[in-house]
């Protein structure tokens, strides 16, 4: 069983609508959820990131963490076809100092039909 | 936008050829890592290095092998292709953010072919 499991999509949705992108997890002990958007043929960027559980809100984006169901999602208001990409789910233990073991979900791929 | 740089972009080579996969970083990062990303896959991390000498494998096996000279080099090399190969591979490094968080920065990676 994979610690991080996200469902690959694709998921299209017309402009203006509300995405909701979603990922579970097996590892209580992770402290970090972070969320990455990957454009064809290119690298990930941060998005967003929360710690522990709770609501943060950015723009047109919202992320969500619920620790006792071990499942975070991903928020996007009014969507444009400039969101269209993968994205990825992310988790790690957090810590300073050493290696920080980041596990990644497979990716969501979208996209925004004008 | 992260400066973070992968070289070639695109590379197809046949089976048994040396190639080294370049990436530089200019923003001082100590922390660098090479992941490999196939479709429909997860992010793998295959090397890691903590600083200049300083090398790790990483979760997922792999022929290849890194070094870690210079603060903002971090080449990957394989002595000999093939086919099992092919795949993207994505270079990043990280700076500590606080609070136990190192924020990663990717590079645009290079895809590989091997045939």
């Known amino acids: 069983q994979k610690e991080v499991e996200q469902d690959p999509g694709p998921l299209s949705v017309p402009e203006g609508a509300i995405v909701s992108l979603n990922c579970t997890y097996s590892?209580?002990?992770?402290?970090?959820f972070m969320w990455y958007r990957q454009y064809s043929r290119k690298g990930p960027e941060l998005l967003m990131y929360?710690?522990?559980?709770g609501n943060k809100e950015d723009g047109r984006f919202t992320a969500q963490v619920d620790k006792s169901s071990k499942y975070i999602s991903l928020f996007i208001r009014d969507s444009q076809p400039s969101d269209s990409a993968t994205y990825l789910c992310?988790?790690?233990?957090?810590?300073?100092?050493?290696?920080?073991?980041?596990?990644f979900g497979t990716g969501t791929k979208l996209q925004v039909i004008p | 936008e992260a400066d973070i740089y992968q070289t070639p972009r695109y590379l197809v080579i046949g089976t048994g050829k040396k190639i080294t996969l370049e990436c530089s970083q200019t923003?001082?990062?100590?922390?660098m890592y090479w992941y490999q990303q196939d479709p429909g896959m997860e992010l793998h991390l295959i090397h890691y290095?903590?600083?200049?000498?300083?090398?790790e494998k990483g979760d997922l096996s792999s022929e290849s092998t890194v070094s870690r000279i210079r603060t903002e080099h971090f080449p990957l090399t394989l002595e000999s292709a093939r086919p099992s190969h092919t795949s993207q591979y994505l270079c990043?490094?990280?700076?500590?953010?606080?609070?136990?968080?190192?924020?990663?920065?990717f590079g645009p990676g290079t895809r590989l072919t091997v045939t």
């Open positions: 990043a490094s990280s700076e500590y953010k606080g609070g136990g968080l190192y924020e990663q920065y």
């Open positions: 590892n209580s002990a992770f402290q970090y």
């Open positions: 929360t710690y522990s559980s």
């Open positions: 992310a988790m790690s233990l957090g810590g300073s100092g050493g290696y920080q073991k980041v596990t």
């Open positions: 923003m001082g990062h100590d922390k």
């Open positions: 290095s903590y600083g200049v000498n300083s090398t």
